[in-house]
C-alpha cells in the first residue's frame, strides 16, 4: 500500500511539473539558428548529430529530400511532436505495484 501511494505521488507531481518542463523546449526558429552552423538554412544529419537534439536525425523530416530539414520541415517535425512542439517524454521509471 504504501508503494502505491509513492507510486500515486510520483505520477502527480509528473503532471504538475510537465507544463514547466515544456517552457523550456525551444522554437523551432532557435534550434535552426543554433544547429546551421554553415547557415544555409537547413540541419544536415552531421549538424544535427553535432547539436543537443534529444532525438536521433529524423530523416522522415526531409519531406523534399534534399539532404537537411528546412525551417519549414523543422515546424512540421515540431508541430508532429505529441504535446505541441516536443518530442514525446520518455515512459516514467516506475516499478511496478507488487502482486498480492
Same mark, same amino acid.
Given at each position: 500500500m504504501k508503494h502505491a501511494r509513492l507510486v500515486a505521488a510520483a505520477l502527480t507531481l509528473m503532471t504538475?511539473?510537465?507544463?514547466?518542463?515544456a517552457q523550456d523546449i525551444p522554437t523551432p526558429e532557435a534550434v535552426m539558428a543554433m544547429v546551421d552552423t554553415n547557415k544555409d538554412g537547413?540541419?544536415?544529419p552531421a549538424?544535427?548529430?553535432?547539436?543537443?537534439?534529444?532525438?536521433?536525425?529524423?530523416a522522415e523530416a526531409d519531406?523534399?529530400?534534399? $539532404?537537411?530539414i528546412?525551417?519549414?520541415?523543422?515546424?512540421?517535425?515540431f508541430a508532429s511532436f505529441? $504535446?505541441?512542439g516536443a518530442p514525446p517524454?520518455?515512459?516514467?521509471?516506475v516499478a511496478p505495484a507488487p502482486q498480492g
Open positions: 504538475f511539473a510537465a507544463p514547466a518542463m537547413g540541419i544536415d549538424e544535427w548529430a553535432a547539436g543537443p537534439a534529444p532525438i536521433p536525425y529524423p519531406t523534399n529530400k534534399d $539532404g537537411k528546412d525551417l519549414a520541415e523543422l515546424r512540421a517535425l505529441q $504535446g505541441g517524454p520518455p515512459p516514467p521509471a
